[in-house]
């Protein structure tokens, strides 16, 4: 609560809300467009960069804005919302940093063209 209304009835509440769900749809599909490709034998590197980037970068910044929604109470171990961004952090790292996922998609479409 805050000023004596719960934090969801506040409107920037409620757009921060809608644009991380928004983020979190569109990595998805963008994961499940790569694992499609897979699937039929078509594995291709570029959408697999694609989603993992994106993905990886989404999670980042949807539990940072969950911490923000939380306040405080984001950083205390007590609440799952702190740990989910520890865990998110890392998956900009494993199996190919950003910069290394952009090269990828870069040199793909540079062939491409």
């Given at each position: 609560?805050?000023?004596?209304?719960?934090?969801?009835?506040?409107?920037?509440?409620?757009h921060k809300l809608a644009d991380m769900?928004?983020k979190i749809e569109a990595a998805r599909?963008?994961?499940?467009?790569?694992?499609?490709?897979?699937?039929?034998?078509?594995?291709?590197?570029?959408?697999?960069?694609?989603?993992?980037?994106?993905?990886?970068?989404?999670?980042?910044?949807?539990?940072?804005?969950?911490?923000?929604?939380?306040?405080?109470?984001?950083?205390?171990?007590?609440?799952?919302?702190?740990?989910?961004?520890?865990?998110a952090k890392i998956t900009e790292l494993?199996?190919?940093?950003?910069?290394?996922?952009?090269?990828?998609?870069?040199?793909?479409?540079?062939?491409?063209?």
């Amino acid at each position: 609560e805050a000023f004596g209304k719960k934090i969801a009835e506040f409107q920037a509440i409620q757009h921060k809300l809608a644009d991380m769900a928004t983020k979190i749809e569109a990595a998805r599909l963008l994961t499940y467009r790569a694992a499609w490709l897979v699937d039929r034998g078509e594995a291709d590197p570029v959408a697999s960069s694609m989603a993992k980037a994106f993905a990886a970068r989404t999670a980042v910044e949807v539990t940072d804005e969950a911490i923000q929604v939380f306040g405080g109470y984001g950083y205390i171990a007590e609440y799952e919302v702190e740990r989910y961004y520890r865990d998110a952090k890392i998956t900009e790292l494993y199996e190919g940093t950003r910069e290394i996922q952009k090269n990828t998609i870069a040199r793909f479409l540079l062939r491409r063209a």
